[in-house]
């Protein structure tokens, strides 16, 4: 079956996307409302290095799968993203703002990783001297509720995986936080060190929101997808931290050197009873 991308208002370049769980998209369009239609449920529309900054909504209900890669969204006001049928989401080095993502209740695995592109920052980070900031993100913005800002984690809470991987500058992971929903069904939680830097008040927030959870994978340090080490633990049941989840039974911790900046983690690690970590090579252990 033909499967087309449409607008359901304004629109001036359309997009043709083959019926295929490859397909991979590259182009320029210019829309108010970007939908999709005519899908069947194991396609994966891969939009790569789209340009999106007209559009305000992409839309469709019933898309099961969905991956945005390098596509550029308006500087200034976020896109919606209603897909209620989601199964898979990938958004994955995005231009400009984040997206807003509405209520996902199907939504089964996700994977949200935010680098330099992106242009949501806090005034007050690049000047300290501003008193008043309206980013909507930080704590002096006028934004209580999370209801002015590009809120992702909350799209995300009923996903049973989860991949969160940001660039050490990012404010938009923390920022969430302020707001952060409980992941009632989330089983594996994946992270990187942003998690981990410069404190741990984020990774405890999102352990804390994660009741269910049961594998829980960090990334640290590492220069391009492969580490060198990996480590395995577990939680100290007799000691469990009432706010971690009873569940925790697998926890990984990969990294390319075991310096100065992991003993960190590992130290913080043990303090919420997270023990027994080994070295994926004999004779050494922590």
């Known amino acids: 079956m033909a499967t087309k991308a449409a607008a359901t208002t304004t629109l001036l370049e359309a997009v043709a996307l083959p019926s295929s769980t490859k397909a991979r998209v590259k182009t320029r369009v210019d829309v108010c409302e970007f939908g999709f239609t005519g899908f069947e449920d194991d396609d994966v529309p891969r939009l790569v290095d789209c340009g999106l900054s007209t559009a305000n909504k992409i839309s469709s209900k019933s898309l099961k799968h969905l991956s945005l890669t390098d596509c550029g969204f308006d500087s200034v006001n976020s896109v919606c993203i209603y897909t209620p049928s989601l199964v898979s989401l990938c958004l994955d080095d995005l231009c400009e703002t984040t997206p807003t993502l509405d209520s996902m209740p199907s939504l089964v695995k996700a994977f949200v990783r935010i680098t330099e592109e992106c242009a949501d920052v806090c005034a007050k980070l690049l000047d300290p001297e501003i008193l008043d900031c309206i980013c909507q993100l930080c704590n002096s913005s006028e934004n209580t509720d999370g209801s002015g800002s590009s809120v992702v984690l909350r799209g995300l809470s009923q996903a049973k995986s989860v991949v969160l991987i940001s660039e050490p500058d990012q404010i ?101 009873n997270i023990c027994k970590l080994t070295y994926n090579f004999p004779g050494a252990s922590i």
């Not at 989330?186 to 404190?199: E, G, I, M, V």
């Not at 590492?222 to 633990?233: F, L, S, V, W």
């Open 172 to 272: 938009i992971f923390r920022s969430y936080l302020r707001w952060c929903p409980i992941f009632n069904n989330l089983k594996a939680l994946f992270l990187n060190d942003y998690w981990c830097t410069p404190d741990f008040n984020a990774l405890v927030c999102i352990l804390e929101h994660s009741p269910v959870l049961e594998k829980l994978t960090l990334e640290l340090f590492c220069e391009g997808p492969k580490y060198k080490i990996e480590m395995k633990g577990s939680l100290n049941l007799m000691e469990l931290s009432a706010k971690i989840s009873e569940h925790l039974n697998i926890v990984e911790v990969k990294c390319q050197d075991v310096d100065e900046r992991v003993l960190k983690v590992l130290k913080f690690l043990s303090t919420i």
